[in-house]
């Protein structure tokens, strides 16, 4: 090969294909802090606010999405529908919670009925029957992060902090894929 060649094949043609090919990469989940903050305890037993008046909210964009009502009995994980993606098979509510904190990770039990776990800093493959996703867990400053990442791209984020001098739990909520929300929720919840 002569130099002129090579000089133009690695001055055009090799970063050309490598942006081509960076374009194309899924997304990829960035771990989260193992540590937990100091003071920040989600431990207790908390009852859902309800807010009937919210059906629809904006997205980053400003443009309208619906709110999905947030009751077991229309949104069980075997009747939701997966033709978004998976990523919302991940996402369980309910309107009673009882959250234990440890050192290591919290447990969060909806309505008596699921209990769900999360290690600090974990950073792992998690499944419901046949279904798997890629999930990160922990800290960002004093807020509590998940993401689920599911095999079509979809992301499920939650956030959990306490606010009101610790007597409310704020849980965000947004599945998205790439820039265009499906999903955005956010529930409040009092301290019992």
Same mark, same amino acid.
């Given at each position: ?12 043609? @090799? ?7 960076g ?9 989260? &802090?193992? @540590?937990?903050?100091?003071? =920040?305890?989600? &431990?207790?037993?908390?009852l =859902?606010?309800? /807010?009937p008046? $919210?059906?629809?909210?904006? #997205?980053?964009d400003? $443009?309208?999405?619906?709110? %999905? ?11 939701? #529908?997966?033709s978004?993606?998976?990523a ?26 699921i =209990? ?9 493959? =998690?499944s %419901?029957g046949? %279904?798997? $996703?890629l999930? @990160?867990?922990?800290?960002?400053? /004093? ?10 791209? $979809? ?9 009101? #001098? ?5 849980r965000?909520?947004?599945? &998205? ?6 999903? @955005? ?8």
């Open positions: 090969m002569s130099r002129s060649l090579y000089r133009l094949l690695t001055r055009f043609l @090799v970063p050309g294909f490598l942006f081509i090919a374009c194309g990469s899924a997304p990829v989940l960035e771990s989260k &802090s193992s @540590v937990v903050p100091a003071g =920040v305890d989600l &431990s207790g037993y908390w =859902v606010r309800s /807010n008046g $919210a059906e629809r909210t904006t #997205n980053r400003g $443009a309208g999405v619906d709110l %999905i009502p947030l009751h077991r009995s229309q949104h069980s994980r075997r009747k939701r #529908n997966t978004e993606g998976s919302q098979v991940f996402l369980e509510y309910g309107e009673k919670l009882k959250i234990t904190q440890t050192r290591y990770g919290l447990f969060i039990s909806y309505d008596r009925s =209990v769900e776990e999360y290690t600090f800093g974990e950073n792992r493959l =998690v %419901i046949p %279904i798997e $996703a999930r @990160v867990s922990g800290w960002e400053g /004093n807020t509590f992060v998940v993401e689920t990442l599911d095999d079509s791209g $979809a992301t499920l984020f939650e956030t959990w902090h306490l606010d009101g #001098n610790d007597t409310e739990l704020i965000n909520i947004r599945i &998205s894929k790439g820039e265009s929300d499906s999903f @955005v929720r956010q529930q409040i919840f009092d301290r019992q």
